[in-house]
């Protein structure tokens, strides 16, 4: 799994770019079709939780790296917002209670790099589900993400930062070991004053995968899931081998009569 340390390394501007908000009304009408607690794994600095707890979700939010949390309680108390802000591994996830809606966002599935974590990850992840509840995990579509992993230097936006009176250009380059199956991103992150002269520049270096359909499902089932729904996208298409940017994974845990 990705280091929490290297994610709290970019904490203080990483909302600086990270700023989609295409999934954003899924995971809200998800959230409202539950009646229940809602839990957000990997949750970052809440660029998905606090619209969920905006929109009136009773929400726990569980991430490993303390510095993205200490952003996220910052924002949730500038706004009077309430939410449980947990800093714990998913593969270790200890909470005591279950939840009806469970989330995975952002596809950061799959920083968990080993099918042993997956496996660990997603045992710990059903013991927190409720009976009749719903887990909802993001992945890539492995055939059209590997189009963008080519070893090319890119450009990914260039961002203003009006804190430190300075713009952020971020960029990113990734490369696929077809030994281990492994993706190796790095990304540089250059902060530039009015003059235009440098004046910091930070490397993070990430290790993901992506899961195949077959496999990711396997794993699933194996620890008790049962497929719900599986869409291409985040307005609920049906998914498409060939053409789906996503893997949107409805599982759910039901009792067997």
Same mark, same amino acid.
């Given at each position: ?12 501007? $990483?909302?600086? $770019?990270? #700023? ?12 409202? @079709?539950?009646? %229940? ?5 990997? =949750? ?11 929109? %009136? ?9 303390? #510095?993205?949390? =200490? ?38 599935? %799959? ?6 974590? #997956? ?37 990914? %936006?260039?961002?203003?930062? =009006? ?12 490369? $696929?070991?077809?030994?281990?199956? #492994? ?8 902060? $530039? ?32 899931? @049962? ?31």
């Amino acid at each position: 799994m990705t280091d929490s340390i290297a994610w709290d390394q970019v904490a203080r501007f $990483y909302d600086l $770019y990270a #700023q989609a908000t295409f999934d954003l009304p899924f995971f809200l009408q998800e959230a409202a @079709k539950s009646s %229940g607690e809602v839990l957000e794994l990997m =949750a970052g600095t809440g660029r998905v939780s606090l619209p969920l707890v905006r929109a %009136g979700v009773h929400l726990t939010c569980v991430d490993a790296a303390p #510095q993205m949390l =200490a952003r996220l309680r910052a924002k949730l108390a500038a706004e009077h917002l309430s939410a449980q802000v947990y800093e714990m591994d998913v593969r270790s996830l200890t909470l005591h209670k279950q939840f009806d809606l469970i989330l995975l966002p952002f596809h950061s599935f %799959g920083q968990l790099v080993s099918p042993a974590d #997956q496996h660990l990850a997603l045992a710990r992840i059903y013991q927190h589900l409720a009976w009749g509840g719903r887990f909802i995990c993001t992945l890539h579509n492995p055939p059209q993400r590997m189009r963008t992993i080519d070893g090319q230097l890119r450009l990914v %936006g260039t961002y203003p930062d =009006a804190e430190q009176h300075t713009t952020l250009l971020f960029w990113s380059v990734s490369t $696929y070991d077809p030994v281990t199956q #492994q993706v190796q991103a790095s990304q540089f992150y250059e902060h $530039y004053d009015s003059r235009g002269i440098l004046q910091e520049k930070s490397l993070l270096q990430l290790t993901f995968v992506l899961p195949q359909r077959a496999e990711f499902e396997a794993l699933a089932t194996a620890v008790g899931f @049962k497929v719900l729904a599986l869409y291409g996208d985040y307005s609920s298409a049906p998914f498409q081998e060939e053409t789906s940017p996503y893997m949107i994974w409805v599982l759910g845990k039901e009792k067997v009569s």
